[in-house]
C-alpha cells in the first residue's frame, strides 16, 4: 500500500498549486511595468458591431499553468486551434499567483494594448484579475469585454470589474456532496483547506452548508488545517501532509466510514492515492469537480481533455473497480473549468462580431452553457446579505454514480 502511495506521489508532485497533469515551463509573462496607452475607442457595443465586417476580432485567454489548470490550459489551446492564432491569443499568470499579482496585471495590459483584442478570458480569475480589468478600463479600453472564470476575489470586487462572471456553484455543493454522503453512510467527514480559502465568500459558503447537512444527517464534521500550497514549503508539503494525514484519520476512527475532501486543486492526486486502496475512505469529488481532475494522473490513465465525457468516465470507473473503489469515489459527469473557457471564448466572439450586442446576455450566456453541458443549473449568485448580481453565474451538475458507467 506504501509503494502504491509513494509510486503515485511522483505522479501527483507534477501538478500544481490547482490542476492536474505533468507540468510544464509556462510561457513567461512580460514584467510588471507602466501601461502604455491605449488609443481612445469607442465603448458601445454597436461600435463593435459596426467593425464586425473587418474580422479583426480578437479574444485574449488567460490561464495558469499546466501543473496549476491543466483542464483551463487544454480548454485555452482548443480555442486556439480552433479559430487560430489571429483570432485567439493565449497566455498564463504565474503559479505563485500570490507574491506575483503585478506579474498578472501585466499580462492582462498586455493583451489590452492590442487593439485588435476585443474581449479576455480569464480562468481560474485569481488575485490580479480585478486590479488588472481596472487597469483595462483606465487605459480606455471600454470595448473590451471582460470575462472572469473561477474567481478568487470576493464576488462584489470582481462582478463590479468584470461583465460577466462564471463559476461552479460552490455553495450548492453543500448539498450534493452530503447527498452523496449520505448515499454512502458516511460517519465522518474530514474538510481540508487553509486559511487563505477559508477567507472566500462561496468556499466559507460551501463549508456552512456542509455543516448544517453533516449535523441533520449526524455525520460528525472534522475540519483540518492543510499547509498552503502557496506558501514557502510549497504544494509538495501540501501533498505530503495529506498522503500523511489520511492514514491517521482513517486509524483514529476505525471502523467507521470516513469521507474525505479538499478545497485545493493541487492536493486532490494525493488525497485520491490515499483513499483509492482504503475501504472505509470515501472521495466524494474534487475541488473542480470533472472526468479529469487528477483522476488520470492517479489512475495512470490518458483521457482526452474536451473529448468524450461519457468514454473518460467509463475508463475511470473501470480501473476504479480494479481497486474496489467504484463506489467510493464521485465526480461530475463534465468539466465545468473547460466549459466556462469554451463558452466565455464563443460569447466573446459572438460579441467581437456583433450578433451579441450586450456585454451581459443573460438569455444568450444560460442558451450557450445548457447547449455545452447537459443538464446544468444554472443561477445569480446571491451573497450572505442577501445581494443577488446579475452577472455572476453560477453551474451546478449531480454527482456521477460510477457503478452506472462499469461495462
Not at 514549503?233 to 470516513?258: H, T
Not at 470533472?290 to 492517479?298: E, G
Request: hydrophobic share 45%; charged share 20%; aromatic share 8%.
Amino acid at each position: 500500500m506504501k509503494k502504491m502511495i509513494s509510486l503515485l506521489l511522483v505522479l501527483a508532485l507534477a501538478l500544481g498549486l490547482f490542476g492536474c497533469g505533468a507540468k510544464t515551463e509556462a510561457p513567461a509573462a512580460p514584467a510588471a511595468t507602466e501601461a502604455p496607452a491605449a488609443a481612445p475607442v469607442e465603448s458601445t457595443a454597436a461600435a463593435v458591431a459596426e467593425a464586425a465586417g473587418s474580422d479583426n476580432w480578437k479574444v485574449a485567454i488567460l490561464t495558469g499553468t499546466v501543473s496549476q489548470g491543466e483542464e483551463e490550459f487544454r480548454a485555452a489551446e482548443k480555442a486556439l486551434a480552433t479559430y487560430g492564432p489571429e483570432h485567439i491569443v493565449t497566455a498564463t499568470y504565474p503559479d505563485n499567483f500570490m507574491s506575483e499579482m503585478e506579474t498578472t496585471v501585466s499580462q492582462i495590459v498586455s493583451f489590452a494594448s492590442d487593439p485588435d483584442v476585443k474581449a479576455i478570458v480569464m480562468c481560474q480569475a485569481v488575485p490580479g484579475a480585478k486590479a488588472g480589468f481596472d487597469k483595462v478600463r483606465e487605459m480606455g479600453r471600454d470595448d473590451i469585454l471582460l470575462i472572469a472564470g473561477t474567481p478568487q476575489e470576493d464576488p462584489a470586487v470582481i462582478s463590479a470589474a468584470a461583465d460577466i462572471v462564471m463559476y461552479a456553484d460552490e455553495v450548492a455543493q453543500g448539498d450534493t456532496i452530503m447527498e452523496t454522503c449520505a448515499k454512502w453512510g458516511i460517519d465522518v467527514f474530514i474538510h481540508y483547506s487553509f486559511p487563505r480559502h477559508m477567507a472566500m465568500e462561496l468556499i466559507v459558503g460551501r463549508h456552512n452548508l456542509l455543516q448544517e447537512n453533516a449535523d441533520a444527517l449526524g455525520i460528525q464534521l472534522v475540519d483540518v488545517t492543510a499547509p498552503d500550497p502557496t506558501a514557502e514549503a510549497g504544494l509538495s508539503a501540501s501533498q505530503q501532509f495529506i498522503l500523511e494525514d489520511v492514514p491517521q484519520q482513517l486509524a483514529k476512527y476505525e471502523g467507521k466510514k470516513v469521507a474525505f475532501f479538499t478545497t485545493n486543486c493541487g492536493m486532490q492526486p494525493s488525497l485520491q492515492a490515499a483513499c483509492l486502496d482504503e475501504p472505509n475512505a470515501y472521495y466524494p469529488q474534487p475541488c473542480c469537480p470533472s472526468p479529469y481532475h487528477a483522476f488520470p494522473a492517479t489512475l495512470g490513465l490518458e483521457l482526452e481533455l474536451g473529448g468524450d465525457d461519457t468514454e473518460a468516465l467509463k475508463q475511470i470507473a473501470a480501473k476504479l473497480n480494479e481497486h474496489g473503489a467504484v463506489g467510493r469515489f464521485s465526480t461530475w459527469a463534465s468539466p465545468v473549468a473547460m466549459t466556462i473557457i469554451e463558452v466565455g471564448v464563443e460569447y466573446a466572439k459572438a460579441y467581437a462580431e456583433g450578433t451579441i450586442t450586450e456585454r451581459n446576455d443573460s438569455a444568450k450566456l444560460a442558451e450557450m452553457l445548457n447547449a455545452k453541458v447537459e443538464g446544468a443549473k444554472i443561477a445569480n449568485f446571491t451573497n450572505s446579505e442577501g445581494t443577488t448580481f446579475d452577472n455572476y453565474y453560477t453551474i451546478l451538475l449531480a454527482p456521477v454514480d460510477f457503478n452506472d458507467y462499469l461495462g
